[in-house]
């Protein structure tokens, strides 16, 4: 059984567990700059490169997959959020991306083997992509609406040299995030298939979107339901909400998802909203109650956290949703589905 068919049946039993955030834990650690650095020669400073630990100090990696896993995880993600060409190029590391990815599948795949092995229940390892610091659909300036910084050849480029390195390292699922770009996310995907296809085996994508604004779009001005007309062709094996606010904000535009999806959702939201010092002051109870509300309505299948959370919100998650029903995944009329910003369906 492959991983997706293996995931797709715990999914209709039970509601799965994503993984938390990695910033909080690693910020957690106080390290330093020779830390990130660990004997690596670089031009510029390291300190805040969480991605680069993956090469200079995987234990503290390993240790927040092992962590996350403990507390009930089903699925955890590889600590590559900006690990691709564009984001490292900012650190000076842009030479390093391969080997940056590859060991971050290898160490999250280590730890995620071990929990299986002690306890039988399986788990999986899923490639995260981030956005880049860069959009395809729209000017970073006012003056030149027309104007891009890259080009959708070489996004998909720099993340098709992401993609082969983590399946290289063991990744079972490709998961593009944080997507406040569709067209990034389009990208992403064409570049996802296309290192599955050279490895020779099947990894299936992920996708989660972030919203931007309480009207429920993201960057590039999507709406929930047009974002899934514009990436529904991919056939993902989940689609869903991560970020942007916190479980009870996030409630509404999850919903507006799930009905539209005939896929499975995982949704990871932060621990509410940040205070006044960027820190995050939701505990863990208080977020599995609000995620609780959740589950009147049926929304997710898997369901993890974002910015903020920790061992300690996924473990009050994994108890809250223990033994409620998984989202039934609706089955949809055959129809023409179009996207702009808003969502075009054409009546049979």
Same mark, same amino acid.
């Given at each position: 059984?492959?991983?997706?068919?293996?995931?797709?049946?715990?999914?209709?039993?039970?509601?799965?567990?994503?993984?938390?955030?990695? @910033?909080?834990?690693?910020?957690?650690? #106080?390290?330093?700059?020779?830390?990130?650095?660990? @004997?690596?020669?670089?031009?510029?400073?390291?300190? @805040?490169?969480?991605?680069?630990?993956?090469?200079?100090?995987?234990?503290?990696?390993?240790?927040?997959?092992?962590?996350?896993?403990? %507390?009930?995880?089903?699925?955890?993600?590889?600590?590559?959020?900006?690990?691709?060409?564009?984001?490292?190029?900012?650190?000076?590391?842009?030479?390093?991306?391969?080997?940056?990815?590859?060991?971050?599948?290898?160490?999250? #795949?280590?730890?995620?083997?071990?929990?299986?092995? &002690?306890?039988?229940?399986?788990?999986?390892?899923?490639?995260?992509?981030?956005?880049?610091?860069?959009?395809?659909?729209?000017?970073?300036?006012?003056?030149?609406?027309?104007?891009?910084?890259?080009?959708?050849?070489? /996004?998909?480029?720099?993340?098709?040299?992401?993609?082969?390195?983590?399946?290289? @390292?063991?990744?079972?699922?490709?998961?593009?995030?944080?997507?406040?770009?569709?067209?990034?996310?389009?990208?992403?995907?064409?570049?996802?298939?296309?290192?599955?296809?050279?490895?020779? #085996?099947?990894?299936?994508? /992920?996708?989660?979107?972030?919203?931007?604004?309480?009207?429920?779009?993201?960057?590039?001005?999507?709406?929930?339901? %047009?974002?899934?007309?514009?990436?529904?062709?991919?056939?993902?094996?989940?689609?869903?909400?991560?970020?942007?606010?916190?479980?009870?904000?996030?409630?509404?535009?999850?919903?507006?998802?799930? &009905?539209? %999806?005939?896929?499975?959702? /995982?949704?990871?939201?932060?621990?509410?909203?940040?205070?006044?010092?960027?820190?995050?002051?939701?505990?863990?109870?208080?977020?599995?109650?609000?995620?609780?509300?959740?589950?009147?309505?049926?929304?997710?299948?898997?369901?993890?956290?974002?910015?903020?959370?920790?061992?300690?919100?996924?473990?009050?998650?994994?108890? %809250?949703?223990?033994?409620?029903? =998984?989202?039934?995944? =609706?089955?949809?009329?055959?129809?023409?589905?179009?996207?702009?910003?808003?969502?075009?369906?054409?009546?049979?």
């Amino acid at each position: 059984m492959s991983p997706a068919e293996k995931l797709k049946s715990i999914a209709a039993t039970r509601i799965m567990m994503l993984d938390g955030g990695y @910033g909080t834990q690693i910020q957690a650690h #106080r390290l330093e700059e020779a830390d990130f650095r660990g @004997g690596i020669e670089f031009t510029h400073d390291q300190k @805040g490169n969480n991605d680069i630990l993956a090469l200079t100090c995987p234990s503290v990696i390993a240790g927040i997959h092992r962590a996350y896993l403990d %507390a009930g995880s089903d699925i955890i993600e590889t600590n590559t959020f900006s690990a691709n060409r564009i984001s490292q190029a900012d650190y000076g590391a842009e030479h390093l991306v391969r080997e940056i990815n590859v060991e971050s599948a290898r160490v999250a #795949r280590e730890e995620a083997d071990a929990a299986e092995a &002690r306890d039988g229940r399986p788990r999986f390892v899923a490639g995260a992509i981030g956005p880049t610091n860069k959009t395809l659909s729209l000017s970073p300036d006012v003056n030149d609406p027309g104007y891009r910084e890259v080009d959708f050849d070489t /996004m998909r480029d720099v993340y098709r040299e992401q993609c082969d390195a983590l399946v290289e @390292g063991g990744v079972d699922f490709i998961l593009i995030e944080t997507i406040f770009d569709t067209l990034n996310a389009k990208a992403a995907a064409m570049a996802a298939r296309d290192a599955a296809e050279a490895a020779g #085996r099947e990894v299936p994508i /992920m996708l989660s979107m972030t919203i931007t604004d309480m009207a429920g779009r993201n960057l590039s001005g999507h709406t929930v339901e %047009a974002f899934w007309h514009a990436v529904r062709h991919i056939k993902p094996l989940t689609v869903g909400l991560n970020c942007s606010f916190g479980a009870d904000l996030l409630r509404p535009h999850l919903a507006a998802l799930a &009905r539209q %999806a005939d896929t499975l959702i /995982m949704a990871y939201p932060n621990a509410g909203l940040p205070n006044d010092l960027g820190q995050y002051d939701e505990l863990p109870e208080h977020t599995a109650k609000l995620i609780g509300q959740w589950l009147e309505d049926g929304l997710i299948n898997i369901v993890g956290g974002c910015c903020g959370t920790t061992p300690g919100h996924i473990g009050a998650i994994a108890r %809250a949703v223990a033994s409620a029903p =998984p989202r039934a995944i =609706p089955t949809l009329p055959v129809q023409t589905r179009l996207s702009g910003l808003e969502p075009f369906t054409m009546a049979a």
